[in-house]
């Protein structure tokens, strides 16, 4: 077992391993090569009933933990949306661990609070969110959208629904058939039930339809139904599609519909002026979310939700039992009762120590790298009578494809999933797929942290390669 000097001894070798595993990280495949019970077969089925050394514990931590693991922060990770991590994220992290403060009111540790408060600040003129708007920093989109969906559901019901609990209520929510499936999670957990959720037709952007989202509100209220709340997309999860916040904002005022805006990845970019108008029509919306564990070099979880109302978001999560009553109630800012969770990590220390680390200026020169060198991989792939792009690049994600002439729709959608499929084999990149307008597309997001220009001609390189070899 563990004591002070071990401790010590272990932790100074623990921050040397976990220097060398970032100068080597390139060294490991990037999509773990294990297969389904690769892991857990090689761990014994029962605990220990005496403790172990900790070098033991470290030994198969690298023998069996380590090959089964997914490199995200690999310069050649270019899947999904990246989990990003930095230095100054990582050394925040270790000191939130070594704290372990539970972080729920003021009074439980009045740094962190403050601290929130601080960030969330900070960051409303650089992104151009509304002065008069507040805000905390939850874990997840997922939570925050819930969080959001459940404000919206208690004000258009004069918060009836957390009192008396759903009596008939005919609530209906509102996105595009793009949106993150996070919103249909939340209207399941919320209560109003997968049926009530209206997905709405996009256009050849894949951006949501206004019209068509008047018509849907119109029609339900034709048929008796309630319109509660519209989730735009500011990047859409497969192509990045950018929702007409400005024109949705009338609608949701028109009508008295809540308008939360979901920028969980691209909303990162509002750090750059040049991508401002991305939200033009922000002050007609309710609330937004965008996750700094994402895009902006900050160790999951770390998602700061916005919210015009801080009121009506307090008055839907609020809760006093007696051992949280405190002589600071009104005085300071309570965050458990600002979402789903009572508990709540100190998450605004590691935030501080990017933003400070970083500074603006690093953090905007960092994106426009990023932004630089997706635009040069579109080129390659507009060059390369090989490929296609599927659909114009946003910010730092392009959607492409292998495509031939004679082969039909259903014969590419194969051609491209062996090609994802080879790249990935390798262990030499990792890139995940979508379907654009019903073609298999892949993916390729250019966003890890500390990713350089070479990394991307490095994977340009096996793409073809690989091409090469179907064809």
Known sequence: MLDKKSFREEAHKLVDWMA??????????????????????QLPKNPPIKGESFDQVFKDFESIILP??????????????????????????????????QCMIWETSPAAAELEELIINWLKPLMNIPANWTGCIQDTASTATLAAMISAREQKTNWSINQNGFDNQ????????????????????????????????????????????????????????????????????????????????DICNKYDVWLHVDAAYAGTALMLPEYHSMIKGIEKAHSLVFNPHKWMFTNFDCTVYYI??????????????????????????????????LGRRFRALKLWFVIRDFGIEGIQTRLREHISYAQWFANQVVENENFELVIEPALNV???RMTTPEKAEDQLDQLNAELIGAINDSGEAYLTHTKVNGK????????????????????????????????
């Open 398 to 400: 392009v959607c492409f």
């Open 68 to 101: 089964g693991m997914t490199q995200w922060q690999s310069p050649n990770f270019h899947a999904y949306f990246p989990a990003n991590s930095s230095y100054p994220s990582v050394l925040g992290e270790m000191l939130t661990a070594t704290l372990g403060a």
């Open 20 to 41: 060398d595993f970032y100068d080597n990280i390139e060294t490991y495949p990037v999509k773990s090569k294990a297969r389904p019970g690769d892991v857990i077969r």
């Open 170 to 249: 005919k609530l209906r929510f509102y996105c595009s058939s793009e949106t993150h499936s996070s919103i249909d999670k939340a209207i399941k957990v919320l209560g109003a039930g997968a049926a009530h959720l209206v997905k709405v037709d996009v256009d050849e952007h894949l951006a949501i339809l206004p019209a068509a989202l008047e018509a849907a509100i119109e029609k339900d209220i034709k048929d008796g139904f309630t319109p509660c709340a519209v989730v735009a997309a500011v990047g859409t999860t497969g192509t990045l599609a950018i929702d007409p916040i400005d024109t949705i904002g």
């Open 440 to 471: 298999y597309t892949l993916r390729m997001v250019i966003g890890q942290t500390y990713v350089q220009k070479h990394h991307i001609e490095k994977t340009w390189r096996l793409i073809q390669n690989k091409a090469n070899l179907l064809n």
């Open 308 to 341: 015009k109302d801080e009121g009506t978001l307090i008055k839907t999560f609020e809760i006093l039992p007696e051992y949280l009553k405190t002589s600071t109630r009104g005085h300071v800012k309570d965050y458990r009762d600002w979402g789903v969770p």
